[in-house]
């Protein structure tokens, strides 16, 4: 190990090769080695519990054609992007309602962060037993998983304005809604985008959560399906398919997460 | 002692102290967010359904152990959903310290393992849970589901930190020819505990979402099992007092994280 640590800086400058192909040539050379070593355990285990990777491209591909996999993707998508939506309207406004009220910060604060360490998860049969375990249950289970870091980064964000800008914008006799709209929103955008990211993590997880627990419908239901059939394959296709949704949501918070913090760089 | 307080307390009787004037604040807060679902819920819903009133009643019952026929038992659930979160995160901050310093350190590992680490880190891993179940017993899927929830926050915390190490400090440390263990664990390693414990109150959310979930889903003794039954069975106060132990759980492993981050690490303040 000792001897691998130095001799993978110091040549550094001998490589011809420029230095981006050749990183993002090991990354796919791990994935290809990943999928081969998948292919290989997936040959020499129990075709009902696990399933090599050319199996599960089957599946994927029979699925996708089939038009089972659009349509439960389209679903959750739907469930997803409407509890999102809801989770960063209602985490924005209260966060910054929050931060500009001294008292109802104070007094709501300890039952926030009580309510962020507690697992969404334990309350979805109380929830259930509210709104029942249609589409508008589900979203309501979604919103609160997501709303939390939303709403804790905008009070954050919000809390931490510049005392000068405020000062500088106050002595230019600036009314409170132009205030607000012209200091106080756009310096705490970054922070709320650092929320909607972890939020959008949280709230793929509600989704799946919900799936499981309320009506099984979308991508959740395809998991519960094919693995009480002991379908291996296609619950890895499902399962596969969830990631790289997933790793694409992220792509997209991050991006826009870099994106309101552009002017922030500098910081 | 009583003439003193009371010649004293003359100016003060405008002013409470600013400490005692929050603390009334939240208990306030508290009483009226309690009252508002006591009523909201006893006007809308049907009579099932918890309420404050009917939790606090079911409360001594249950902490005394007596649950409703045919639920499991709230402490043994209570121990085994304990036990798991705690040998989880166990596992999962020592992995992800070792993987995550490992990938913050050499580019290689860095490159051959990014791509998996984030795509785990970005997928629900309650997913897997149903497939687990094919490969293991319930007691070890539960075990993998959450030392994986607790592995992948703490790895990716601590590869940000070892990246983020000044060059500088390794640089003066080559010129006492520190070996590369001296580098990792005497230098990167102290310098991302920061990260580590900022990836632990990550993890600790989600090693709690992973203990109930796997449980519910294998129907494995347990808060989660223990949840789903006796909501099914209209013991929802029953329901609701485990919500209550996994809520007090959460808060206390993040405070004990946050006490952690003060006396270990007095040299970190939060730069936000």
Same mark, same amino acid.
């Given at each position: ?8 800086? /110091? ?27 998948? +292919? ?27 038009? +089972? ?23 924005? @406004? ?26 969404? @998860? ?11 375990? /249609? ?20 009070? /954050? ?9 405020? +000062? ?7 009314? /409170?809604?132009?205030?607000?709209? *012209? ?27 919900? +799936? ?21 394959? *296609? ?5 596969? @398919? ?17 994106? @309101? ?7 | ?19 005692? #004037? ?213 013991? #929802? ?36």
């Amino acid at each position: 190990m000792s001897a691998i640590t130095p001799a993978a800086r /110091e040549p550094k400058p001998k490589m011809s090769v420029p230095h981006g192909v050749q990183g993002s040539l090991v990354s796919i050379g791990s994935l290809i080695v990943g999928a081969g070593l998948w +292919e290989l355990i997936g040959r020499h285990t129990q075709q009902s519990s696990f399933a090599p990777f050319s199996k599960t491209m089957g599946a994927l591909w029979g699925m996708t054609k089939s038009g +089972e996999l659009p349509r439960a993707a389209e679903s959750s998508l739907e469930l997803f992007a409407v509890g999102l939506a809801i989770a960063i309207v209602l985490g924005f @406004f209260l966060g910054l309602l929050l931060a500009r009220i001294r008292v109802l910060r104070t007094g709501l604060e300890p039952y926030i962060l009580m309510l962020y360490a507690t697992p969404m @998860f334990a309350l979805i049969p109380y929830i259930l037993s509210l709104f029942g375990f /249609e589409f508008r249950a589900k979203v309501i289970v979604v919103a609160m998983f997501g709303i939390w870091p939303i709403l804790i980064n905008t009070m /954050e964000g919000a809390r931490s304005v510049n005392q000068d800008l405020l +000062e500088v914008a106050r002595s230019y006799r600036s009314s /409170e809604p132009k205030l607000w709209r *012209h200091v106080i929103i756009p310096y705490t955008l970054p922070y709320t985008m650092t929320g909607v990211r972890q939020g959008i993590a949280r709230s793929l997880i509600g989704v799946i959560a919900s +799936e499981f627990l309320l009506a099984a419908t979308g991508l959740g239901s395809l998991i519960l399906l094919y693995g009480n059939r002991f379908d291996a394959a *296609h619950v890895l296709a499902a399962v596969l @398919f969830i990631t790289l949704l997933a790793t694409l949501l992220m792509a997209i918070g991050r991006a826009i997460e870099n994106y @309101f913090a552009r002017w922030k760089a500098g910081v | 002692m009583s003439a003193v307080p009371q010649t004293v307390a003359l100016p003060r009787a405008f002013t409470i102290a600013p400490r005692w #004037q929050r603390t009334l604040i939240r208990v306030a807060t508290g009483v009226i967010l309690l009252v508002l679902w006591e009523v909201l819920i006893r006007w809308l819903a049907p009579a099932f359904v918890a309420r404050p009133v009917t939790i606090a009643r079911a409360l001594p019952h249950v902490l005394a152990g007596h649950t409703p026929p045919g639920s499991p038992p709230f402490w043994g659930s209570v121990e085994s959903t304990v036990a798991a979160c705690f040998e989880g995160l166990a596992i999962g901050t020592v992995a992800g310290v070792l993987v995550g310093l490992t990938m913050g350190r050499l580019r290689l590992a860095d490159r051959l393992l990014r791509f998996y680490i984030n795509a785990f880190f970005a997928m629900p891993i309650l997913a897997m849970v149903p497939l687990m179940q094919l490969w293991v017993a319930p007691s070890k899927a539960r075990l993998a589901i959450v030392s994986l929830g607790a592995f992948l926050p703490i790895c990716l915390n601590v590869y940000d930190g070892a990246r983020s190490l000044p060059a500088h400090y390794v640089e003066v440390a080559k010129t006492y020819h520190a070996r590369w263990w001296n580098v990792w664990f005497g230098i990167a390693l102290p310098a991302s505990l920061p990260y580590v414990l900022a990836g632990f109150r990550l993890a600790v959310g989600r090693v709690l979402v992973g203990a109930t979930v796997a449980e519910y889903v294998l129907s494995l003794k347990g808060l989660g099992y223990l949840i789903v039954y006796d909501s099914r069975s209209f013991h #929802q106060d029953v329901m609701m007092v485990a919500v209550l132990v996994l809520a007090l759980l959460g808060v206390s492993i993040n405070v004990a994280a946050d006490v952690a981050t003060h006396r270990l690490l007095p040299w970190h303040r939060r730069s936000e």
